[in-house]
């Protein structure tokens, strides 16, 4: 069963920054192209970032590119999601999904999400 | 960026009756290599994250019941529920995948009337 658990989602100040974490099992984690989609309070999804398999290719929103960096180890099978330059826009739920499908894809499979929070 | 329109904002239909959501494309999501639509469909339940229902704008995702089709006609696409149930309730989006930056719509709200 592909399992994928977030982790770093915190309460940060305007201007901080947070790194996400994102554990995936269940799957051959270096095969795939993985992504982070958000979801701000009471609102829809909002697609941030994909990453390739092997890290050589990442696309980003215009709202967070040279603001998030996205990253993966596939030794260690995780995903990650620095974020820098934080306001209160990018408060969410932050969700890891794995990526499947041609193109940009679409996601087969969801974390449960974790929270960050913008707020002075 | 291509943008995913979907009407109506909210639906109440009554349990064992059929519910349709639409979604509309301002551009093509057909690839002409394998005249596939790159487009799928998302079901969310409040606290949880969404789950794949169609891929390719009518292919159903495995373990989804045969209630839940996808359909489609140019830039036009369908998810219909033959008959709903009460589990059904939840907010749908639909998800372009032809090109980046990756889009969904809006969001449907699904409830029972």
């Known amino acids: 069963e592909v399992q994928l658990v977030e982790s770093g989602g915190n309460l940060v100040q305007p201007g901080g920054s947070l790194r996400l974490s994102c554990a995936g099992s269940?799957?051959?984690?270096?095969?795939?192209?993985m992504s982070w989609v958000r979801q701000a309070p009471g609102k829809g999804l909002e697609w941030v970032a994909n990453?390739?398999?092997?890290?050589?290719?990442?696309y980003y929103v215009d709202s967070v590119r040279g603001r998030f960096i996205i990253s993966r180890d596939n030794v260690k099978k995780s995903l990650y999601l620095q974020m820098n330059s934080l306001g209160a826009e990018d408060t969410a739920v932050y969700y890891c999904?794995?990526?499947?499908?041609?193109?940009?894809?679409?996601?087969?499979?969801w974390g449960q999400g974790t929270l960050v929070t913008v707020s002075s | 960026d291509i943008v995913m329109t979907q009407s109506p904002d909210s639906l109440a239909v009554s349990l064992g009756e059929r519910a349709t959501i639409n979604c509309k494309s301002s551009?093509?999501?057909?690839?002409?290599?394998?005249?596939?639509?790159?487009l799928a469909w998302y079901q969310q339940k409040p606290g949880l994250p969404p789950k794949l229902l169609i891929y390719w704008a009518s292919t159903r995702e495995s373990g989804v019941p045969d209630r839940f089709s996808g359909s489609e006609s140019g830039t036009d696409f369908t998810l219909t529920i033959s008959s709903l149930q009460a589990e059904d309730v939840a907010v749908y989006y639909c998800?372009?995948?032809?090109?980046?930056?990756?889009?969904f719509g809006q969001g449907t709200r699904l409830e029972i009337k």
């Open positions: 551009q093509s999501v057909l690839y002409s290599s394998n005249n596939k639509n790159y």
């Open positions: 998800q372009q995948y032809y090109s980046y930056p990756i889009t």
């Open positions: 999904a794995r990526r499947s499908g041609g193109n940009s894809g679409y996601f087969a499979s």
């Open positions: 990453i390739k398999h092997d890290g050589s290719e990442k």
């Open positions: 269940g799957f051959v984690f270096g095969s795939h192209w």
